[in-house]
């Protein structure tokens, strides 16, 4: 689709919309959880964690079939560099989540009764840990999380009435268990940046970008190339030259030649273009 069309297309600004509601609401619902209690004890990683892995799904069955509920910009950017979600879209997608992620923890900031404990909100790499310690947690949290996505949108594609949304919240609790203690399983960079700017504090604040961003893009190529059954040579080619990829896996999952998919695809294309002449 043109970049004019797809600005005029209505879908476009409702999966911009979504991704800034979801992103808010994911955002709130993981820093609400970090409040500490009336004795000012904090409350781990257990809050955080069913509380990210409950709105994923919620969220998944909100926004789901409007943009896909994508509301992190590690997901988002995986996607792109698997090509499935252009260019455009990644990048508006990107922005709006990351705006949803910085109104999110202005709203809670000042909600707090004592703004000290915003300081919970913060991602910071502990002290008896290094950045590079930090940063392979996050890569590897993020890693399960990324698969996940990518194993239900497979399954979903042969499966209409697969329930993924549940696996994706799972996937996210599960992660969160794993690096919470040591890295703070930001696993979401519009997390992250919502508390930065708000409270001002930077330090290590690259870990939550590139950690996330390279577990989830190592998951999605892993997935699209390695695991999945439409994984071909053919396939990856296609994605490195910018051929089209669903012929590819067509032709993969149905065992026909390349050429046959192909002529078909074509010949569907000629059809769908006489029906709107």
């Not at 009435?161 to 919240?169: C, D, F, M, S, W």
């Not at 053919?234 to 990829?245: E, F, P, S, W």
């Not at 896996?249 to 149905?254: R, Y």
Request: hydrophobic content about 45%; overall charge neutral; aromatic content about 8%.
């Amino acid at each position: 689709m043109a970049i004019k069309e797809e600005l005029r297309s209505r879908q476009f600004w409702q999966g911009i919309l979504a991704e800034v509601l979801g992103s808010l609401v994911f955002v709130s619902a993981v820093l609400g959880s970090l409040v500490p209690g009336p004795d000012g004890v904090s409350p781990g990683p257990i809050y955080p964690a069913l509380a990210a892995g409950m709105a994923t799904v919620v969220l998944g069955y909100c926004f789901g079939e409007i943009s896909g509920a994508q509301v992190n910009p590690a997901v988002t950017v995986a996607l792109l560099a698997t090509r499935k979600v252009d260019v455009l879209r990644a990048v508006v997608y990107l922005v709006a989540q990351c705006l949803g992620g910085i109104l999110a923890t202005g709203l809670m900031y000042l909600s707090l009764p004592l703004k000290s404990t915003a300081q919970n909100y913060i991602n910071k790499v502990p002290v008896e840990m290094n950045a590079g310690q930090a940063l392979g947690m996050e890569m590897l949290a993020t890693f399960l999380l990324g698969f996940t996505v990518f194993s239900v949108e497979d399954q979903r594609r042969r499966e209409i009435n697969e329930p993924g949304n549940l696996a994706i919240g799972l996937a996210v609790t599960t992660a969160i268990f794993i690096a919470g203690r040591f890295s703070g399983a930001s696993l979401n960079p519009a997390r992250s940046l919502g508390p930065a700017i708000i409270l001002g504090y930077w330090e290590h604040h690259w870990v939550y970008w590139i950690g996330p961003i390279l577990g989830a893009v190592l998951a999605g190529v892993s997935h699209e190339f390695i695991f999945a059954p439409s994984a071909s040579r053919q396939k990856l080619v296609a994605c490195m030259t910018c051929k089209d990829i669903e012929i590819v896996e067509t032709a993969s999952v149905s065992r026909s030649s390349l050429s046959t998919v192909t002529q078909s695809a074509m010949r569907h294309k000629q059809n769908n273009k006489l029906e709107h002449s």
